[in-house]
């Protein structure tokens, strides 16, 4: 068994370490950014690392091509660990309840999907179609199924903490390039492979960003919600159990760099979604903001990549980055072919 270097302690990173540590290899963790209390997780300076920002929620989307059917896949195997994980760990931060989709415009492939097609071939459990009477106004079709939401730094430091007590070591260190982490010094030995979990990155031409301003709130919700607006915006929830409040989102904006959140922002997604559910604002009757979120998802043209590369003298990286707003939907199907590629003969490409 080999020493392995994660870089990265993202969802993915922090994933795919424990699934490579399963197969009984030794694990380091080196990155820049690791879990911590979600109070504490600074806006600006850590703004590129984007697991603390994410909703994050499980949503169906209809596949209709050969990568929306990989990801598809994916998103079955993280559900039934994810399952797994909250029936034996409650405190990794894991809730199961309904996920409600609402779609003004719908394209064929909302159309046309019936519950036996959702519960047969895409494995929807508990997915029903949703009636007119139960649509809000302006919502053309819609539907429900069991889903999960993870309190992201609650969940991420549960991986970590996992990830520890069965012998993984962390380095807390910024690299410039994933090939600088073969010329470390580590007290497990030499490297022979790094898992390139580093998200935003570094170098990669086709990646962007994706900019999402969300709104956290106290109000409870008891399901995750999204509708589809014709205008081709998004208005969702994802609560944010573990005492976590809810997320109340949000904007899907390629390249745009601003750090900062808009108060006109934060006010239409709060707006829009009361008029969509308007339960969310309790005996109360109001919104409580607890913070405005600002976070970069990790986008690539043509999609995810996950492939191995070798370098010269038998040393291999395994690129695991470009999630973009699905990281925590597909991590553990990722971290399954992250342990494929790395059992893989290293002279397959
Ligand atoms: C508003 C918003 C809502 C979202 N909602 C959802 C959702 O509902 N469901 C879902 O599945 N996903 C959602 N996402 C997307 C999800 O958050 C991301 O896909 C996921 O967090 C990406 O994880 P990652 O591990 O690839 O990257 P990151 O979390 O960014 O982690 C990267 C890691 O690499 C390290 N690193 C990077 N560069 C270096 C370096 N040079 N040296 C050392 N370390 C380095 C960082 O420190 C960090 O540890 C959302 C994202 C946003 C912004
Ligand atoms: C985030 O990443 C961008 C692009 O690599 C970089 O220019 C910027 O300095 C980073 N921001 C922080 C706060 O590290
Ligand atoms: C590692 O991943 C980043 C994306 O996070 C990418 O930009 C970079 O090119 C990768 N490194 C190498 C050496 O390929």
Not at 29 to 50: C, K, L, M
Not at 141 to 170: H, Q
Request: aromatic fraction near 8%; glycine fraction near 10%.
């Amino acid at each position: 068994m080999s020493h392995i270097v994660v870089l990265g302690a993202g969802v993915i990173g922090l994933s795919s370490a424990l699934r490579v540590q399963a197969e009984g290899h030794t694990v380091t963790i080196v990155a820049r950014d690791f879990p911590t209390g979600s109070e504490t997780v600074d806006a600006q300076s850590q703004i590129n690392y984007t697991s603390p920002w994410g909703g994050a929620h499980n949503r169906l989307v209809p596949p209709t091509t050969p990568s929306e059917e990989r990801e598809h896949a994916m998103s079955l195997r993280t559900f039934d660990h994810m399952r797994a994980v909250q029936s034996r760990q409650p405190e990794a931060g894991i809730t199961f309840m309904k996920g409600i989709e609402y779609v003004e415009a719908p394209s064929e492939a909302y159309s046309a999907l019936t519950e036996d097609k959702a519960l047969k071939q895409l494995r929807m459990e508990g997915f029903r179609l949703l009636p007119s009477e139960e649509l809000p106004q302006g919502v053309t079709w819609g539907c429900e199924y069991d889903t999960w939401c993870v309190n992201p730094m609650v969940y991420c430091s549960y991986l970590l903490r996992r990830f520890a007590i069965l012998g993984g070591k962390v380095l807390k260190r910024e690299v410039r390039d994933p090939r600088e982490i073969f010329h470390l010094n580590f007290e497990a030995g030499p490297v022979d492979t790094v898992i390139n979990a580093s998200g935003n990155g570094f170098g990669d031409e086709n990646m962007f960003i994706t900019r999402g301003q969300t709104c956290l709130v106290a109000n409870a919700c008891p399901a995750t919600v999204t509708r589809q607006n014709a205008d081709g915006s998004w208005t969702f929830s994802v609560p944010r159990n573990f005492d976590g409040g809810t997320i109340i989102g949000g904007t899907k904006e390629p390249n745009n760099w601003d750090s900062k959140p808009s108060l006109e922002v934060r006010e239409t997604l709060l707006r829009k979604f009361t008029a969509t559910y308007p339960q969310i604002l309790g005996s109360e009757g109001k919104f409580t903001v607890m913070k405005d979120i600002v976070g970069r998802r990790p986008t690539r043209k043509g999609g995810m990549r996950l492939e191995a590369e070798n370098l010269d003298g038998n040393k291999r990286i395994i690129h695991a980055y470009g999630l973009g707003g699905r990281g925590y939907e597909l991590s553990w199907g990722v971290a399954d072919e992250v342990a494929r590629l790395l059992a893989g003969p290293s002279s397959s490409i």
